[in-house]
């Protein structure tokens, strides 16, 4: 997501102070966050420091004053932040994520570096349920339990327990099992993911194009490994924090 984009989606939340899509999502205090020192955020800078996303760490806050957060690093390198620089905060704190916007006060480097950020005043988040569904379009690949591919397809949303599924071809009758095969993005790195999954429903239409019919599958993910359940649900977080409007 670009920083105008970002600026954009948090102008509006201000304006309009809640989500049109999801009555979870509103503004939040900063006690909300429960912000600790050490907790990992994400912060994204302007294009002048041609970084585009970088973690800190939380060193502490003065309430109403100033935010101190550890100085980015990108790449092995310190991204220089100055006076006034604007910046996005992006944090997931307990079932909830959150993004303000903070200006610098001050990048210091003693007795170590970190940098004061303008105390948030306004912040909006969304509260994550159990199965939040968030918007996206992944190619996908899918394999019958025999080991033949029935199609491709897009993956239209995802949850941490399933997912939708748009395709023009037949992938299968209810309760079959199949595997997904998609790659994610999760933070600036790719990973492949490979899971089962149960067919819960499905419905068949005649193709936008007019031509053969197009099927939209919801699946339930069938016996996650541990490492692909954080794999899911860190995506899920990730879109979340960083797209909040596209939680359904």
Known sequence: MSEDTANEDLERDERTGENDEDEARRGFTFEDMRLAVGDRLQIECTARTGVRRAFVRVVGYVEGVSLMVSTPVAAGRRVELVDNDPVIVRVFSRQSAFAFRASVLRA??????????????VIQGSVIRKATRVRTQLPVRVVSQSGD?????????LSATGALIH????????????QLHFDAL???VH???RIAAEIRNVQQEPAAEGEGLE????VDFHELVPEDRMKIKSLVYQTIIEQPRRVI
Not at 108 to 115: E, G
Not at 149 to 157: D, I, V
């Open 108 to 121: 210091c480097r003693l007795p170590f570096d970190y940098v004061h950020l303008s105390f948030p005043t």
């Open 149 to 157: 591919e029935a199609g491709e397809g897009t993956m239209l949303n």
């Open 167 to 178: 395709t023009h071809a037949a992938l299968g009758e209810q309760g079959a099992i199949v």
């Open 186 to 188: 999760l933070h600036e």
């Open 191 to 193: 990973s492949e993911l």
């Open 215 to 218: 099927y939209h599958y919801g």
